[in-house]
Structure formats: structure tokens, C-alpha cells
């Protein structure tokens, strides 16, 4: 019965990234809406009377339970089902005739759902506000988070886009500067080069004669000759 008198959008759905002031007007319209859209004109009279008492023992137990939203849109759906709704009815008339209690104890709990409502709207506005500065908070807390990846991702494909600048100019053919060295084939049916020999010490020195010896014949008779010639003079 519950989930027919209320919202299901608003028990689940929060506006903690409105201002305070905007859920409560969401709330209210909402609740309004849903009054409209379940109210028949062709309906018997007696079933939103009966609504209202029901809408009215709930709105207690979650005032009690501390549910301030709920219990604030079953408090604006009272009022409004009455003030706008109920009013209107063709039924009124001759229903207030012959059930004037019914009538004048539907009036009552109206008027004291709207003086609740007033209550209960000022407590959700400071629970509201709390929770408006809780989720300011992580969404900043969210945002830091994102521009510090940003920021590291940024860094990261710098060193990335240095290290392949690096990588690329290792590898330039800075021809002109550093000419790129070739290598030539080498040709392995060549003969190897000679085994070094090591020359003859005789080779090409002149002969230096034998003093220890006897002078040759020819030469002691050379000597005779410049000796006589000595003594002739």
C-alpha cells in the first residue's frame, strides 16, 4: 500500500548536487504530481478520505524512524489531496451532509500535515546542506584526482616522446659529419701475406781482413822494398 502513496523516484533517487533549496522544490513538485496523476474526479469520495488517514499513520511512523524526505512528501501529499482535490470533488456536498466528521477530521489532519511539513522542510534543508558540502567535497576531491592523471599521463608521454626522439637520433646517418662506416667483403681465397724471414747479418757488409795472421808474400816483399829504399837514404 505503502509503494502507491509514495514516490518511488523520490525515496530512491537524491539531489545531493542541488542546492538545498532546488530538492526541496523537487520534492514538492513530485509530490504534487503524484497526487494529480492518482486522483479520479469519478472515484468515490470516500477513497481519498480513506487515503488520507492511511498517508497520515505513515507519515508518523517515518517522522519517528527519522525518514525526512518521505515523511515530508506524504505530509505535502496530504494537503494537497484535500486543498486541491478533494475540494473539488462533486461528491462534497452531499457527502459533508451525512459525514461532517469524516469531513471536518480530513480538514484537520491536512492542516496539520502542512504545519509538519514546515518542520520537517527545515530539518531536510540542514541535512541537505551537510550533505550539499559532502558532495561539493568529492566532487573536488574527484577533479584533483582527474587533473593529477592528467597531469601524470601528460608527463608520462613527454619522457615517452623524449625517449623516442633519443632512440631516433641514435640512429640518424649524419652523413658529412660522422660518415657511416662500410664494410667491404672480405675475399677468403687470397693468399696470405709471406711469413716474415729474418736477413742474413753477413748480407751486404764489408769484409774486414784478419790482423792475427801472417802478411801475405806480396806484402813482406813491399815491405822490403820501402825498407831498403830507407836505408838508402
Known amino acids: ?13 537524491t539531489f545531493s548536487m542541488l542546492e538545498p533549496s532546488e530538492r526541496i522544490s523537487e520534492l514538492f513538485e513530485n ?3 503524484s497526487v494529480e496523476q492518482t486522483f479520479e474526479i469519478s472515484a468515490p469520495i470516500i477513497r481519498y478520505f480513506r487515503m488520507m488517514e492511511t498517508m497520515n499513520k505513515y507519515q508518523k511512523l517515518f517522522v519517528d ?10 505530509q505535502i501529499k496530504i494537503g494537497v489531496l484535500f486543498l486541491k482535490h478533494v ?7 452531499t457527502f459533508k451532509a451525512a459525514n461532517a466528521s469524516i469531513v471536518s477530521n480530513g480538514r484537520k489532519q491536512a492542516g496539520e500535515a502542512l504545519k509538519l511539513a514546515e518542520i520537517t522542510k527545515s530539518k531536510l534543508l540542514d541535512i541537505f546542506a551537510k550533505e550539499k558540502i559532502a558532495f561539493d567535497e568529492t566532487q573536488k576531491r574527484l577533479a584533483a584526482e582527474k587533473e593529477m592523471k592528467r597531469a601524470k599521463q601528460e608527463m608520462w608521454a613527454l619522457v615517452n616522446e623524449r625517449r623516442a626522439l633519443e632512440e631516433e637520433a641514435s640512429t640518424i646517418d649524419t652523413q658529412g659529419f660522422y660518415p657511416k ?13 709471406p711469413a716474415y724471414e729474418a736477413p742474413d747479418p753477413s748480407f751486404g757488409l764489408p769484409q774486414v781482413p784478419d790482423r792475427s795472421t801472417k802478411p801475405r808474400s806480396s806484402s813482406t816483399s813491399s815491405t822490403t822494398n820501402v825498407t831498403g829504399k830507407n836505408n838508402s837514404l
Open 181 to 193: 662506416e662500410t664494410s667491404t667483403p672480405v675475399d677468403n681465397n687470397l693468399n696470405p701475406p
Open 65 to 74: 524512524q527519522r525518514r525526512f524526505v518521505e515523511a515530508y512528501v506524504l
Open 87 to 93: 475540494k473539488q470533488h462533486p461528491e462534497l456536498p
Open 31 to 33: 509530490a504534487s504530481k
Open 1 to 13: 500500500m505503502i509503494n502507491a502513496l509514495i514516490d518511488k523516484f523520490e525515496n530512491k533517487k
